[in-house]
């Protein structure tokens, strides 16, 4: 018994630990979904990419923009363990493919592992049913409504690298840095509307400083515009860090002070430290937009701020540039400002772990049913050890009972046998007696009886003194059994 209950107990520690150890790998996946494949022209249907436990860049096509569109999210974006949304919207009766694919996705766990994935939906867009008109004038025709869509649905630059993140359709100012050896950036966009159209402005000949790169969108109305903006720093030097001047014969261009309003600079502010660091706890505070107090050593020096607003959760680069009367040198001071919530770290954990904490709860729930099942287990064979010793305490005496019985029996029919014999040898014969002995019938029998009555005693002392001993012993195995 005590064999099979270790058995059952390894048994059960080896599934656990199989257990851990294969819930521990998250495969990483890559995953797409739509709410709908046919629509009425003029509506819209949902297009949602999945990245599980993977991290890299995705893409959306569509085979015919003229029928279908995207009015919102992005059609190439990066993201990690998480998804994107893309609102398509009809434009036109027709069919038309949308294909979302993995580019350059990997395991978050393990870069080296690839993840690969593709989905083509066909979209049947159907002609809304149109109004009949009623008008009397038969040359008259009704002319098509252009579009006043003048939203870009995705916009970035390369190199990528430099880069911005966190675009919107709505927001159109975007702050980045470049290197001193870039002269030239490229604008990668799309339009919300295929019939828009964009115009690019600032992106070349980039000067030291700040230069503004603008995109003018035009709606297919001609009329309806929207202007989104790049606000492009290019460092003084090639060694992409902020401080150097540009004349390096010149060393008197600083700032005197530096502070944001309502946060605290790490570490302490000197002026000839040029990289700092901030923390917006969102949960307390969320502000999209900071002051940032700077004051030059020089009255004649003039300080440009880039970076400050629009302000979105994760890192934002401050950029303090403080420029001579001539502009010919500059010097410039950078702030990193960390936008955090813990709500939404919990948040992000508990989505990474519903991939880890659902799993760890999981394990958890599995282990307490191991353990409960061994409870179980170890209780059922205990009971049934039990049982087993109980029933054996029972047939025994049983057995004893029956023997004695048996034994009892023998005894009184052996008894009577010697009785018997007894009474025969010891009986007298009546016929034989002599009346000359003057020995009476009656002193006969009286004599025979008291015989016979002496024996029987005398058995009866010898029985009862062997059915004292057999209780005796019978008890005595009967306490011995019963100690477990």
């Known amino acids: 018994m005590n064999n099979c209950l270790k058995k059952i107990i390894l048994i059960s520690l080896i599934s656990f630990i199989i257990l851990m150890v294969s819930t521990t790998v998250n495969a990483a996946s890559f995953s797409t979904s739509i709410t ?16 599980n436990n993977a991290a890299g860049m995705y893409k959306v096509s569509i085979s015919d923009t003229s029928i279908l ?9 990066f993201i990690e363990n998480g998804s994107a949304k893309i609102v398509l919207k009809a434009k036109k009766a027709g069919t038309v ?25 066909t979209i049947n867009v159907t002609d809304s049913s149109s109004s ?77 400083g700040t230069n503004n790169i603008k995109v003018v969108v035009t709606a297919e109305d001609g009329k309806t515009t929207k202007t989104y903006t790049i606000k492009v720093t290019k460092l003084a030097t090639e060694e992409e860090k902020p401080g150097n001047l540009l004349d390096e014969d010149t060393s008197d261009l600083y700032l005197k002070s530096l502070s944001i309003n309502d946060l605290k600079l790490s570490p302490d502010f000197s002026s000839n430290v040029y990289l700092y660091e901030t923390t917006i706890d969102m949960d307390k505070k969320d502000m999209s937009e900071v002051k940032v107090n700077a004051v030059a050593n020089s009255d004649k020096a003039t300080i440009e701020i880039t970076g400050n607003d629009n302000l979105v959760e994760g890192e934002n680069l401050i950029n303090i540039i403080v420029k001579s009367e001539n502009s010919s040198e500059q010097t410039v001071y950078q702030i990193t400002v960390n936008k955090v919530s813990q709500a939404s770290e919990i948040v992000s954990t508990e989505n990474a772990t519903n991939s880890n904490a659902q799993l760890l709860n999981k394990k958890y729930i599995i282990l307490g049913i191991i353990i409960i099942l061994v409870i179980i287990i170890v209780i059922v064979i205990l009971i049934r050890n039990r049982r087993d010793r109980y029933y054996y305490e029972e047939d025994d005496d049983e057995y004893y009972d029956d023997e004695n019985e048996l034994k009892t029996d023998n005894a009184i029919e052996e008894n009577d046998n010697i009785v018997e014999k007894l009474f025969n040898d010891n009986k007298t014969d009546i016929t034989d007696t002599s009346l000359e002995n003057n020995e009476t019938e009656q002193e006969i029998k009286e004599e025979n009886d008291r015989i016979f009555n002496k024996n029987t005693e005398l058995l009866e002392e010898e029985q009862e003194s062997s059915d004292e001993n057999y209780i005796e012993k019978r008890n005595h195995k009967k306490n011995k059994g019963k100690h477990f």
């Open 36 to 51: 709908k494949t046919k629509i009425e022209k003029g509506a819209t249907t949902t297009l949602t990419i999945k990245a």
């Open 69 to 77: 569109s995207i009015s919102s999210g992005s059609a190439s974006e």
């Open 97 to 121: 493919k949308v294909t979302a694919t993995a580019l350059d996705m990997t395991n978050s766990d393990n870069s080296s592992e690839k993840v690969k994935g593709s989905d083509v939906y």
């Open 132 to 208: 009949k008109n009623n008008t009397t004038d038969s040359n008259k025709t009704n002319e098509t409504k252009k579009s006043s869509n003048a939203n870009l649905s995705t916009l970035g630059i390369t190199p990528k690298k430099y880069d911005f993140s966190g675009f919107t359709a709505n927001k159109t100012s975007y702050s980045v840095t470049i290197p001193n050896d870039i002269d030239s950036l490229n604008v990668a966009y799309k339009t919300a509307d295929s019939k828009a159209s964009v115009k690019i402005t600032g992106n070349k000949n980039l000067e030291v």
